[in-house]
Every structure is written in C-alpha cells, then in structure tokens.
C-alpha cells in the first residue's frame, strides 16, 4: 500500500452480496494484481475478468487461519467486511501482523456488536435515538413491561444476529412473547433492548471514515421484512433502493451533524473509528432518529452504493489509512438503483428443503446488459446454478429513476425460477419512491 506503484494482492472478509459487489469493484482498480475473498462464494468472479480465489471451508471468524492466508499469499490489504469478523478482532490481529487492513478495531465496531453499548453512547453523545431500556434476563422485561401502559415496542437482542435478532411487538403481550424469544440468539440475546416503537420512514446512509474525517458516500433504503407490504418477519434485507426521495437537504444535514458527533464521540472514547460507517435513521416527521449503527457496509445496500463510485477503491482505503479523507476527490454517480434478492422459499425461518435444488435461469443474467448478478447463497457444478442457502443472489440494475431501474430489475427477475417454485422475492422494493413519482 505504501507502494503507489505496485500492484495489490487484495483479500475480501466476506461470503454473500456485499463481497460479491466489493470483489466487482477491487477488479477494477488499476492498482489490483490478485483478488481473495473468504469464505467467498461460487459466483464471486462472475462481474470481473480477474480470477478470484475463495476460501469456503473456512469462516470469517478463524483468525488465525485468515492471518496464515494473508503471509502465505503475501495479501497487501485486507478489506473485513463482515460483522463478526469485526467482533473477534480480526482487524486488531491483522494489525499486530503488519498486514494492513479497512475496517474497525473491535473496540470502535462495539457501535454495532453491542447494542446496549451503542445506546448509551448515543445518549452521552447527544445522537437522537428513541427511549430504549436494557435487561440481562427474562423475569426484568416482564416487570417492566407490568409497569408500563399498553403500547408497541421493538425487542433487539444486544448482540449480532445475522440481521434477524430484532422482533416487532404491537403491545406487551407480544412484547413479552418476543423477550422469550431472545433465547434463541444465544449469547447474542442473553441482553436484550426493549426501544418504543418509532413510526416514521427508514433510510440509512453510508460514510468513509479515516478516524477524524469523513465523506458521505451514499444513501439508500433497504426492505428488511420478508413478504411484500412490508410483512412478515425481519430479515437481512429482501432488496434496497439507492438515493431514496425520503433524504431532502435537511435530512443531509441532520445526518452530517450525526456522522461529526458520532465520529469526534469514538474517537474520545479512545476507540478512533475507520473505514465504512453505516447509519441507520429514521424520520419521524421532520427529524433524524437513529435506529442503529453498523461498522461495515450493509448488505443489501452495498449494491447500491458501491456502483455508484467511481473513484479508485484503492485511493479510497490510501485516504483511510494515512487518514486523508478530507482531501480525497471522491466522484459518484446519480443513477438511482434497484437490487431484488432471491431467496430461498421459507427464508428467513426455514429453508432446508430447498438447498441443494437447481436455479434455472441465471445464465441468461450473467452477460445482460440491464442487470448485475451478485452471488451469495449459491452453488455452480458443471456450470449449473443450485440454491445453497437462504439469500441465494440479488439482482441489480439502474435508470434515471425508480421507475426505469425496477422495469428492467423485474423483468429479468421474471426468468429466473427454483427447481419446485422454490424461490422467493419481494415484487415491492422501492414501492415508497413509486407511490411519491405518482402522486
């Protein structure tokens, strides 16, 4: 990296759309020899003529095994772009090696791997963020809840959850339904949040960071519930839009002065934050609440935002590392951006059946010319395409609006099936947008 003139051997942290579309972006970098990812997946190098070489029997969790990969295959950058990655400490090992790397310590990604944490910084820091109460066991929530007059709550485990440990509940009752619940999370659920019920209209926008500095890189709007009209239960997002009509100025401007207060509070707590900072906001009337942080991209949302930069990756993490992002020229396109994911039928509960079975159709999106084909859960064998998890593959395409870039998302999304009609997706993504074009 010190280098300007060498050509990089890059490894990406990371198995599903967001590598996949980080992968795509790193191979088209002139400053990029090799591109790794772990654990990767099947149809990672489909968007670049660079070959990728993934590692799908490790997990982005085996530290040590990705520190021996990276002396091994001399990795000049590693890019962790995966939540529990950042949880483990896998950026603060790198370092210790002298292997460079983009992404939080543990110490600064606390913002997302721990809830609790993450709203008590919010509240010493001034962030707005919705009255929130945190509990280490069961028999705590129901004698608060007991106390409280009948109304609608977000139950969240503390921990990470793969995008899934976060339940709604319409009144107590089903508050307390939900508090049982956070024993399946593990550890993850051992505290819980329980946070009042905002009404408003989600975004979430996108920062680079350097530890003082930062640039907005973007903003989008993801679709976490798994049935169209914004039903059924949470997910890890069923498909995003970019650029949501939602963010007026005002919003930009809520948000800078959030993304300033956030990243001066990090750094003094002596956990100095760098590489992609993701805020999750709300609007509720005219004003910006925070629902949550994440310390990497999100997923759906990287295939948005990520196509829209048009400045050199490589320039970008050179800024971060020598902490120069406030004299990076940054160049980002205005295209407003659709992605759909396919998902497996069942997803996000269960969905074991439908592994293993054939996806018929994706061969025709691999050479379009209207759409982007990212990877995730997926298999290729003889050049055939198999379901091989819950998110299976997004699909991608952009216009001059939502109405262009959904015409073209979901017509090719038309031709693509799972053997048995096994596969799943959300024909409303950006619906919100639409229904403001037509007003």
């Known amino acids: 990296m010190n280098n300007p003139k060498k050509k990089l051997n890059v490894l990406i942290i990371d198995g599903g759309g967001r590598g996949s579309v980080l992968v795509e972006k790193y191979s088209q970098s002139k400053f990029v020899k090799n591109i790794f990812a772990l654990p990767g997946n099947d149809l990672m190098s489909i968007n670049t003529k660079k070959p990728v070489k993934t590692y799908p029997e490790f997990k982005s969790t085996d530290v040590q095994d990705i520190i021996q990969i990276c002396l091994q295959e001399k990795i000049d950058l590693v890019d962790v772009a995966q939540d529990n990655a950042i949880a483990v400490a896998l950026v603060d090992e790198l370092i210790k090696n002298n292997i460079q790397a983009i992404g939080p310590t543990k110490d600064a990604g606390q913002i997302e791997w721990d809830k609790s944490w993450s709203r008590d910084f919010m509240e010493k820091y001034k962030i707005p963020s919705p009255f929130y109460k945190v509990f280490n066991n069961k028999e705590e929530g129901f004698k608060f809840l007991d106390k409280k007059n009948d109304q609608a709550w977000f139950i969240k485990a503390s921990g990470l959850a793969e995008g899934k440990g976060v339940i709604p509940a319409n009144n107590n009752q089903e508050a307390k339904e939900a508090i049982k619940k956070m024993a399946n999370f593990g550890n993850s659920g051992e505290t819980y949040l329980l946070e009042d019920w905002l009404i408003g209209e989600e975004f979430s926008a996108f920062a680079v960071v350097d530890g003082k500095n930062f640039q907005i890189l973007g903003y989008a709007q993801d679709h976490k519930r798994v049935n169209d009209s914004d039903q059924g239960p949470n997910t890890g997002g069923m498909g995003c839009v970019s650029n949501p009509l939602i963010v007026s100025k005002d919003i930009e401007s809520q948000v800078e002065v959030i993304f300033k207060k956030t990243i001066n509070g990090l750094a003094k707590e002596k956990r100095p934050y760098k590489g992609i900072l993701y805020l999750g906001g709300m609007v509720v009337g005219k004003k910006v609440f925070i629902i949550e942080f994440n310390a990497r991209w999100g997923d759906p949302e990287a295939q948005v935002i990520i196509p829209s930069i048009k ?69 290729v064998k003889d050049n055939k395409f198999f379901a091989n998890g819950g998110r299976v593959f997004y699909l991608m395409a952009q216009g001059k609006d939502i109405i262009e870039a959904r015409k073209k998302v979901y017509k090719n999304l038309a031709l693509i099936d799972i053997d048995g009609n096994n596969l799943h997706f959300r024909t409303d993504i950006g619906w919100r947008d639409l229904a403001r074009l037509n007003k």
């Open 311 to 379: 400045t050199d990756f490589i320039k970008i993490n050179r800024a971060i590392l020598k902490g120069r992002i406030n004299k990076l020229k940054l160049i980002i396109d205005k295209k407003v951006r659709v992605v759909v994911a396919g998902t497996s039928k069942g997803y996000p509960s269960s969905y074991e059946e439908v592994k293993g079975k054939q996806i018929f159709g994706l061969e025709k999106m691999s050479n379009s010319k209207e759409v982007k084909l990212y990877g995730a859960g997926i298999k």
